[in-house]
């Protein structure tokens, strides 16, 4: 999961997600690993079931966490994100690394953050002006 | 390094933050709009003609149209228009505001509408001066350039773009010539690409077959189809701009040798 794999799949638009007014933090439940080759595994938990697959799961003691791997380029974001950072700012250390243009970053990133936030990884806030 | 849009004959220098977010049509008539980080955008209207139009008519009928939107929106608009060397340069404010220019270009026989809108009030005169002195109809002239978002491809004779593909990475621009197709294209994060494979193996995802040649620029693939009474070839370049880490390729299906992709084609 990462931004490579969102690279040649969105058209340049400019994001309908308004990155100038978002911030930007970390879930505090999720643990990250990082591997040697820059990939970055997030785990998360997942929402408790409800029915008889979560009581089995609870009396099991099973803990429902679910992993998510983060590529070279999906973990530079991530480790960007730390406290509260503005979506610009992500921008700027995509363009400035990758050396992409402006409507690049902010293309992957708008789509990369929707994706980490559906997953509950990261929440996105709209700064008040 | 400059960020210049280089389109269906015309040139034009940008804002480092300005990228082009989309175009239509064709060298005789057509449309390209350029956004900034903020709400500022700059559109470009271009049509030939075959009879000078009058600036002062076009503008006018502009001008109506922008009054009639504004009544319909309830605000009120105010216009102005003055002949400068380059054109017949305006300003409207209204609800958002803008500062264009109606330009008759007797070197393409084509009539140019630039804009620069934004919120209200906030249509820098600076930056439109400086957009509009950058502005170049280069018309017939060769090399026919192309340029946008990092890639710049320079032509060795005209030829006719039948489809554009801007995706987040990857930009691909395709023509049509006189007995020849092209292409040409620029891939984003050239050097995360390269630890994974080198330039060859990325070369042959873009041209499978063919003689692979590597030299000081780059990879050429090179092969030739016979067929009864006729010769096709195809070439492909492909290099890897370390400083400005991206991966660009001109490609070429040709029975006239001048489309041969050469080196000086990807600046």
């Known amino acids: 999961m990462g931004l490579a794999q969102l690279i ?78 503005s979506a610009t700012s992500l921008v700027s250390a995509l363009q400035r690394e990758f050396k992409l243009s402006r409507i690049e970053a902010e293309t992957s990133l708008a789509a990369f953050l929707q994706m980490l936030a ?11 002006k | 390094m400059p960020n210049t849009f280089a389109w269906q004959g015309f040139s034009i220098s940008l804002p480092q933050d300005w990228d082009p977010t989309n175009f239509s049509g064709d060298r005789a008539t057509g ?35 922008i009054h009639r939107e504004s009544s319909r929106r309830k605000t009120s608009v105010e216009t102005e228009s003055k002949q400068t060397d380059i054109g017949l340069e305006y300003h409207w404010n209204g609800a958002e505001s803008a500062r264009g220019c109606v330009i008759v270009s007797k070197v393409s026989r084509r009539l140019f ?31 026919d350039c192309w340029s946008l978002l990092g890639l710049s491809v320079s032509l060795p004779k005209q030829a006719i773009l039948k489809r554009s593909v801007l995706l987040s990475g990857k930009l691909q621009l395709h023509w049509t010539a006189h007995r020849a197709v092209l292409s040409a294209g620029r891939t984003s994060f050239g050097r995360e690409l390269m ?10 995802s873009i041209a499978p077959k063919g003689t692979v040649v590597e030299c000081e620029h780059g ?15 195809s070439s492909t370049i492909a290099k890897f701009d370390e400083n400005a880490n991206k991966l660009v390729y001109a490609t070429a299906m040709f029975r006239d040798p001048i489309w041969r992709p050469e080196w000086d084609w990807l600046n």
């Open chain 1, 8 to 85: 040649s799949r969105f058209r340049l638009n400019p994001p309908a997600l308004a990155l100038h007014q978002l911030q930007v933090s970390r879930n505090q439940v999720v643990e990250e690993l990082v591997k040697d080759d820059g990939i970055v595994v997030l785990s998360c938990p997942v929402a408790v079931q409800s029915g008889a697959f979560g009581k089995l799961a609870r009396k099991m003691g099973r803990e429902d966490r679910k992993e998510y791997e983060l590529e070279p380029i999906g973990a530079f974001v991530w480790n960007r994100i730390s406290g509260k950072v």
């Open chain 2, 219 to 233: 990879v050429r693939i090179e092969s030739i189809r016979r067929a009864i009474g006729r010769t096709v070839s």
């Open chain 2, 195 to 204: 630890g994974k494979m080198n330039l060859s193996e990325w070369a042959k």
């Open chain 2, 113 to 143: 509408f630039l804009e620069i809108s934004s919120a209200k009030g906030k249509a820098s005169l600076a930056t439109f001066r400086e957009v509009l002195g950058s502005f170049l109809d280069n018309g017939d002239a060769l090399p």
């Open chain 2, 31 to 65: 449309f390209a709009r350029i956004s900034s980080a903020g709400a500022t955008q700059l559109q470009i209207r271009w049509q030939s003609f075959k009879k000078e139009p009058e600036p002062e008519a076009v503008l006018a009928r502009y001008f109506k149209q």
């Open chain 1, 118 to 128: 559906s997953r509950g990884l990261i929440s996105l806030k709209v700064k008040k």
